[in-house]
């Protein structure tokens, strides 16, 4: 238990400020590189609430697929690379103020309702937990429960790749 | 076969799709598909208003027609003698909510029924008539598209069982009118047309749209007009709910049919395509409202305490329309103009009747109305596709056309006969129905409008009559007849102007309408069965003989009426009254200058002055703190201090300030701002309150 | 315990709101909502331990999934907006302006 809390505090402090340096760095490539930072931390926290497999496929999309889209995307509008010219605009007080008067909400909230609680990640209903994070559990109730709904996705990725190409082809 | 009925409106929608994807590549590029569709709708529509006939003939002649009465309204002891002739209703689930089952289906009474055939034959003749009419058009195949989608939208109305149904159909309608008003949309003139015609008849559905769910509350919380009626006609919940409803309703009313005050989309309206405006006219769009009034009339019945006579809002709204209209028609040049301030004032007529209890008449006018009025509507397109080289002024472009069109010009004397109310043309009985009802329902006064109305409709159908078809021709064009598929409608209509008023020729004991169409239930009130009085059909027909001789007298011999020729110039009286009706009463004026602007400019302005003066005043005040107080009311007086003010403070405190500042900024940024923003708020609101 | 994960969550998701409100560029406030998605799966994985529920993690691969096609359709708007005004920047797409 101690363990577990050290390693969470340990990613949570690192993915928080890798968090802030990709909306506060000054340099696209290095704000795309903290977001790296911040993915695989939290597929290490998936791993720590047992969900293995979703741990995994955050790694291989997530920081496989989606981050060398974002170099591309980077690469493509060509933007400046130079430290001195800002990539905020003129409203950063202003969304400073919103998001920490989101997170006290929220917070509080959070707080108020689940301070208490616990996960058992001991005994026969930890190993009930890791057996839950499996691929065989999880492909399971997808292919059963989620069938339709997985068959829909499928066709959302299917139509924002023609949607991406429709939108980005030059004519 | 009425349980199939749903098929009717089907049909079209199925060709609406079949139009819009494999039109273009059609022989005809659509047009067959859409005729067919239609022409299918139609024989459909006979044989339900065939078997509606024997349904009706084989109850009456198993109990007899007074006995089916009294059991339609519970008044026999003992029900289970008899049937009454109830509407055949067939629903399938739409959705349901908790309790609520909302269902969509089709309810076929008389109504129905009559509103079934008018809407498919009229439909089906433009639809045959534009082959020729809109030959050539760019947006061909995308016009039988629209004209299905027209079509099908009216008859799902028609059918409605429910006010919800009912409420779609009519939304469906607006917005085809608005696609087909604004057919040729490369002229402002013509997408202004479509703004006005979609606006004003929106302005009057937020009427309807409040009417349906007041009579959804006031009838226990269902939307099943039968239910609605009856409840409304034991007055089901007190009195005034009702006619809250009732007024609601009539709104819907005002801005679908063109009522006064709200009647000034229609003229405008005539910017689409000739046969679009029949189809408006005749069968689809402005009777909406009418049949929504004939539909709900115990809500009317209830609301407005019709039996008891007097002035209600309903009578007292088409009494003005009646008036008003016929008065426009005459100083109008554009002979579609003519027509459509003479459909507003026709429209008046049914209106008027349902608010009088002359139930029978309205709906019996409105059978009629759309045979002759269509006819007209398509023999102005007639003359302007073959006589008048695509122009509708008849000072400038017609004229002498009797020689050149003889199949137009006959077809529209009859349908001009027909609107006057000549014996015995069609309009001839069902006006005699209205006016009859009025005289002996305790509405005198509705009468006498009636018969002014007669008048003046009589008067200006003749000076369009004449300007169009006789003396000399003023066009440049080489008039010509009109090819076979405009003549045919033409001519199916003329018949039909003629004959149709026989339906119901009470002179001669035949009341058809009142045998077939008129409810016999708990769900209809007892109306007035007028007896057919001569003296007053004889009153009706001299007046309208003596205007059309007024009329032939005053606009046909030109010559030795100089003198009154010459009134608008000279006498001031005359003029400014020719003035007030040539600017429409100023009601143009006062919705666009008064109420447009009257709305648009103060909120603009005072939304700019607190942007100007009140938020920047925020903003100082935040950057300076509590010093700057007494200098804020300095700076709202003066502009350039503020404006340095602003410039001089942090840009941090600009940018709380611009929280509110930049509203209307376009960013997307700022807009995702205030939303989470406001969705913080609203949490922290929902944890404090709860 | 479960709390700490879900305010973990909150400040990713917080700040992930920060970005996507005072960045200029169309690229790093796609990332900004990347870091607000991956709040909310981090939220869905821990009530899947808390509940014990597979349910939170396959919902959490359909975000994953639906991320990977917002980022494409995303970054192809971006590149749309780049081609049309020479310039990533969001702030310069003000022609609603009222």
Same mark, same amino acid.
């Given at each position: 238990m101690i363990a577990q809390n050290v390693v969470f505090w340990i990613l949570a402090v690192a993915m928080v400020l890798a968090a802030i340096g990709v909306v506060r760095s000054n340099n696209l490539v290095h704000a795309a590189l903290y977001l790296v930072v911040v993915l695989a931390g939290s597929a290490a926290q998936f791993i720590l609430l047992a969900a293995e497999f979703v741990a995994w496929v955050q790694v291989l =999309? *997530?920081?496989?697929a989606v981050i060398i889209l974002f170099l591309f995307g980077i690469m493509l509008t060509r933007? $400046?690379?130079?430290?001195?010219? /800002? @990539?905020?605009?003129?409203q950063r007080l202003a969304g400073a103020v919103v998001a920490l008067f989101l997170l006290g909400v929220l917070s509080t909230l959070l707080i108020q309702a689940f301070g208490d609680s616990k996960i058992d990640i001991t005994g026969p209903q930890g190993s009930e937990l890791v057996n839950n994070g499996r691929a065989g559990t999880l492909a399971e109730s997808i292919f059963s429960t989620y069938v339709l709904p997985f068959e829909l996705v499928s066709i959302l990725l299917l139509a924002s790749l023609i949607g991406a190409v429709v939108l980005a082809r030059r004519d | 076969m009425m349980n199939f009925a749903w098929l009717i409106p089907a049909i079209p929608v199925v060709s609406f799709a079949l139009i819009l994807f494999f039109g273009k590549k059609m022989p005809r590029q659509g047009s067959e598909i859409g005729i067919a569709a239609i022409a299918s709708s139609f024989v459909l529509s006979c044989i339900v208003a065939v078997q509606w006939i024997q349904r009706v003939d084989e109850t009456v002649s198993e109990h007899g027609l007074g006995i089916v009465r009294a059991i339609g309204k519970g008044l !026999?002891?003992?029900?289970?003698?008899g049937v009454a002739i109830t509407p055949v209703i067939n629903t399938v689930e739409w959705f349901r909510i908790g309790t609520l089952e909302v269902a969509v289906g089709t309810q076929i009474d008389g109504l129905a029924v009559m509103m079934l055939f008018v809407v498919t034959l009229i439909s089906l003749l433009v639809h045959i008539y534009s082959t020729s009419y809109m030959?050539?058009?760019?947006?061909y195949t995308y016009f039988y598209a629209a004209l299905s989608l027209f079509t099908a939208s009216m008859l799902t109305l028609v059918v409605a069982p429910n006010t919800l149904q009912l409420l779609l159909g009519w939304e469906l309608v607006g917005l085809c009118s608005f696609m087909l008003i604004g057919?040729?949309?490369?002229e402002k003139e013509n997408t202004n047309a479509a703004l006005k015609a979609f606006l004003t008849t929106r302005t009057g559905d937020i009427g309807l749209m409040i009417g349906v769910i007041v009579t959804f509350f006031a009838a226990g919380?269902? %939307?099943?007009i039968v239910q609605i009626n009856v409840l409304a006609l034991e007055g089901h919940g007190g009195h005034t709910i009702w006619m809250v409803g009732a007024s609601c309703l009539l709104v819907g009313i005002i801005g679908k049919s063109g009522?006064? $005050?709200?009647?000034?989309?229609l003229p405008d309206?005539?910017?689409?395509p000739t046969p679009v405006s029949a189809l408006i006219h005749a069968a689809t769009m402005v009777v909406a409202g009418v049949y929504l009034g004939a539909r709900m009339y115990g809500v009317f019945w209830q609301g407005f305490? =019709?039996?008891?006579g007097g002035v209600n809002p309903m009578a007292l709204v088409g009494g003005i329309t009646i008036l008003i209209g016929a008065a426009l028609?005459?100083?109008?040049?554009d002979i579609k103009k003519v027509l459509a301030y003479s459909t507003i004032s026709q429209l008046g007529y049914m209106v008027m009747a349902l608010g009088i209890g002359a139930w029978v008449g309205a709906v019996f006018h409105l059978f009629t109305h759309a045979f002759f009025k269509a006819l007209l509507f398509l023999g102005a397109g007639s003359i302007a596709h073959s006589? /008048?080289?695509? /122009? %509708?002024d008849m000072k400038k472009d017609m004229g002498g056309l009797r020689k050149h069109m003889p199949v137009t010009f006959w077809t529209f004397m009859v349908g001009s006969f027909a609107l006057a109310g =000549? %014996? $015995? @043309?069609a309009g001839f009985w069902s006006k005699d129905e209205i006016l009859a009802t009025a005289g002996q329902g305790g509405y005198e006064i509705f009468m006498v409008v009636g018969l002014v109305g007669a008048f003046l409709t009589a008067a200006y159908m003749t000076r369009c009559v004449w300007l169009s078809f006789?003396?000399? *021709?003023?066009?440049h064009a080489d008039p010509h007849e009109s090819p076979k598929p405009i003549i045919i409608p033409l001519i199916v209509l003329a018949v039909f102007s003629v004959l149709?008023? !026989?339906?119901?020729?009470s002179a001669f004991g035949i009341e058809k309408f009142k045998e077939y169409i008129e409810p016999h239930g708990e769900a209809f009130p007892e109306v007035l069965t007028p007896q057919f009085d001569v003296a007053l059909a004889a009153l009706s027909f001299a007046i309208v003989v003596i205007a059309i001789g007024i009329g032939g007298f005053f606009w046909v011999d030109r010559r030795e009426l100089r003198a009154l020729k010459g009134l608008t110039d000279r006498s001031g009286a005359a003029k400014a009254g020719h003035s007030f009706l040539m600017n429409k009463y100023y009601l143009d004026h006062l919705y666009e200058r008064g109420i447009v602007a009257g709305i648009k400019g103060p909120i603009a302005r005072a939304a700019y002055w607190l942007n100007q003066n009140v938020i920047d005043g925020v903003v100082n005040a935040a950057g300076r703190g509590s010093a700057a107080l007494g200098r804020l009311t300095y700076r709202f007086v003066d502009q350039d201090v503020v404006d340095k003010a602003v410039n001089s403070i942090a840009q941090e405190t600009g940018n709380v300030g611009g929280? @509110?500042? *930049?509203?209307? /900024?376009?960013?997307v940024q700022r807009y995702a701002l205030m939303l989470f923003g406001a969705v913080g708020v609203l949490a922290l609101s929902l944890v404090i309150f709860s | 315990m479960v709390a700490q994960f879900l305010v973990l969550a909150a400040v990713l998701f917080c700040i992930g709101v920060y970005g996507v409100l005072a960045r200029r560029n169309g690229v790093l406030v796609l990332m900004s909502v990347e870091l607000m998605l991956n709040a909310v799966n981090i939220n869905l994985i821990t009530f899947s331990a808390y509940l014990r529920e597979t349910s939170g993690q396959v919902f959490a691969l359909f975000v994953i999934t639906i991320a990977a096609a917002e980022v494409g359709v995303g970054l192809a708007i971006v590149l749309l907006i780049y081609r049309n005004i020479s310039s990533p920047d969001l702030d310069q797409l003000d022609q609603m302006s009222g």
């Open positions: =999309i *997530y920081i496989g933007a $400046p690379m130079r430290e001195d010219l /800002s @990539l905020d605009n003129d | !026999l002891a003992n029900p289970e003698q030959h050539g058009d760019v947006r057919h040729w949309w490369e919380q269902t %939307f099943d009522q006064f $005050p709200l009647h000034t989309w309206a005539m910017a689409g305490s =019709i039996e008891d028609a005459f100083v109008q040049d006589g /008048s080289h695509h /122009s %509708f =000549i %014996f $015995p @043309l006789f003396g000399e *021709y003023r066009g149709a008023g !026989l339906a119901n020729a929280l @509110l500042r *930049y509203v209307q /900024s376009g960013r | -």
